[in-house]
Nanobody, 127 residues
Framework: QLPLVESGGGLVQPGGSLRLSCAASGFTLHAKAIGWFRQAPGKEREGVSCITATSASTYYADSVKGRFTISRDNEKNTVTLQMDNLKPEDTGIYYC????????????????????WGQGTQVNVSS
């Protein structure tokens, strides 16, 4: 079993919303920065958003700024990605990942720093 489990994906029309959740299995997300990544068909996996261990800072790819919101609940050991005003180009497999650093700096440049990954959840935005 992978250490992280994503849920909440599905099919939605353009302009719609989805709420993705990331839950840890067997370890705590405390003191770890958590990132969301996505991979569209035929494209490389890219960083979408990241939240620091204490939620002090959040980061977003330019393509999702103003539409996506990342948050975490360390008591529940979960991280959430609220996705609003979805566009067809948001289609892809979404993964959450954790790294043993509290900060997000460089999360979108070096995915190898994230040691724990989930299996991904499919998001389809289509009319």
């Amino acid at each position: 079993q992978l250490p992280l489990v994503e849920s909440g994906g599905g099919l939605v029309q353009p302009g719609g919303s989805l709420r993705l959740s990331c839950a840890a299995s067997g370890f705590t997300l405390h003191a770890k920065a958590i990132g969301w990544f996505r991979q569209a068909p035929g494209k490389e996996r890219e960083g979408v958003s990241c939240i620091t261990a204490t939620s002090a800072s959040t980061y977003y790819a330019d393509s999702v700024k103003g539409r996506f919101t990342i948050s975490r609940d360390n008591e529940k050991n979960t991280v959430t990605l609220q996705m609003d005003n979805l566009k067809p180009e948001d289609t892809g497999i979404y993964y959450c990942a954790a790294r043993s650093r509290v900060f997000c700096v460089g999360y979108d440049r070096d995915q190898s720093e994230f040691e724990s990954w989930g299996q991904g959840t499919q998001v389809n935005v289509s009319s």
